[in-house]
Structures are given as C-alpha cells and as structure tokens.
C-alpha cells in the first residue's frame, strides 16, 4: 500500500486565492483526520470524518475553510479566500475504526506558503 | 473536550542514557494514549501507544507508563541513540471513548541525543 496520500506537496499563493488541498486515504480505512501544524499552534486537529461523514469540525478555525469526503477514497480541504496567517503545514491521516483499531497514518502532508 | 500538556519541551541527553518525557491529560475517560515521533521535514508516525487497561507497555529501548488515577502517562526511551533525536508528541483522544475520534496533541518534545 502506498499510504496516505496528499497533493500537492508545496503550495505557494497569493493572499485572497482559493486553495484545495487533496487527500487519499489508505484502501480500507473508514475514518479520515485533517491536520494543521505551525511552530506557535503545534499539531491541531480540524476536522474528521467516519465512514465519509464529518463528525467534528469545531477545530476548523472560520468559515474561510471547509472540508468534504465525497467517497471513501477522496477528501479535499478548500480554503477561500486564503490569508497569510493560513501558512502551515496540513496533514491528512487515517485510520481503521474497528476492534482495538485506532492507530492514525500520517500522510506527508501539504506545505502551504500564503504570501 | 481533551487538554493535554507536554514536558520539557527540549530535553537533551548523552548518548547511552535514558530520556523520559511526560504527559498529562484532562478527560478521565480517555482511554488511549499514542507517543508520535516526527523527524524534521517528514511526517509523524506512531511509535507506540498504550490503552486504559493496562499500566505499561515495553517495545525494545522504548516504554510507556499510564497512571489513570493522576491522568499522567510518560514515555522513556533507554540506551538512546543518535537516530533517537526527533520530536516527540503525545496525544490522546479529542472526545471521550478513544474510538474513531481525533487527537488533541500536546506541543512536543525536541529530543536532542548528544554524542
């Protein structure tokens, strides 16, 4: 299995653009973590889903951001429009939810640059 | 929902010694407690994790200890080595039930394996 996957790996853009982070999951995975990391903030969860459905997206920090898993092998994070305080590090991850299943594979994550 | 604090956040060690890191938590009913080790530039990957039911867990040079009662669990690495350094995060679950839930991660722990 190659893991999670996530395009693109760098992302450089102008502040007020619109930004579309890509994730695939690990085949067979039912629930779906984003991530952000900064240096101030450190690893912050901002939504997940299982089996597809967002359960919790209290840590999406405003309305500019929004998350959707529209089938089990596909999620996308879309910023709009994107500021430059938005600059981080986004990590996709996933897991099995089953019995005694809870380890959570990070994928390499999206280096995001808003200028 | 969880809080989890983090200490030190540097710790720095010669190379053959032990090195602990510790963690507390806020949710009494956290049931499941990961350690993430995060190299610079790459992802972070789970090194070992440790559930309620259960007061520690040994995998070679590396140790987890839970104290429920303190909602307090530690991590000891003995016999480090250079390819020890890293940062270091714990984590446990955002809502109670350490299912499919998303991680509140403490801030980290740089460890620094002096030669």
């Known amino acids: 299995d190659a893991g999670v996957i996530q395009s693109p790996r760098h992302e450089v853009t102008e502040m007020g653009q619109e930004v579309t982070l890509r994730c695939k999951p690990i085949?067979?995975?039912?629930?779906l973590f984003w991530y952000r990391q900064t240096m101030m903030r450190g690893l912050e969860l901002l939504i997940y889903?299982?089996?597809?459905?967002?359960i919790d997206d209290s840590g999406m920090p405003e309305d500019r951001f929004s998350a959707k898993m529209p089938n089990a092998s596909f999620s996308t994070l879309k910023i709009q429009p994107s500021e430059p305080r938005d600059s981080a590090v986004y990590f996709c991850?996933?897991?099995?939810w089953g019995a005694g299943g809870n380890e959570q594979f990070f994928g390499p994550g999206t280096r995001l640059t808003v200028l | 929902g969880e809080n989890v604090e983090q200490h030190p956040s540097t710790l720095s060690v010669q190379e053959g010694d032990s090195a602990v890191i510790k963690c507390t938590y806020s949710?009494?009913?956290?049931?499941?407690f990961p350690w993430y080790k995060q190299e610079l530039g790459k992802r972070p990957q789970l090194i070992i994790d440790?559930?309620?039911?259960?007061g520690e867990k040994k995998d070679q040079r590396i140790a987890v200890t839970l104290n429920k009662t303190a909602k307090h669990f530690s991590l000891h690495i003995t016999e480090t080595q250079p390819e020890d350094s890293a940062v270091y995060f714990c984590?446990?679950?955002?809502?109670?039930?350490?299912?499919?839930?998303?991680?509140?991660f403490g801030k980290g722990t740089h460890l620094i394996i002096q030669p």
């Open positions: 991850a996933s897991s099995f």
């Open positions: 949710d009494s009913a956290s049931n499941y």
């Open positions: 440790i559930r309620s039911n259960v």
């Open positions: 984590a446990a679950p955002r809502e109670s039930g350490g299912g499919a839930d998303g991680l509140t």
């Open positions: 085949s067979g995975h039912n629930s």
């Open positions: 889903f299982n089996n597809n459905v967002p």
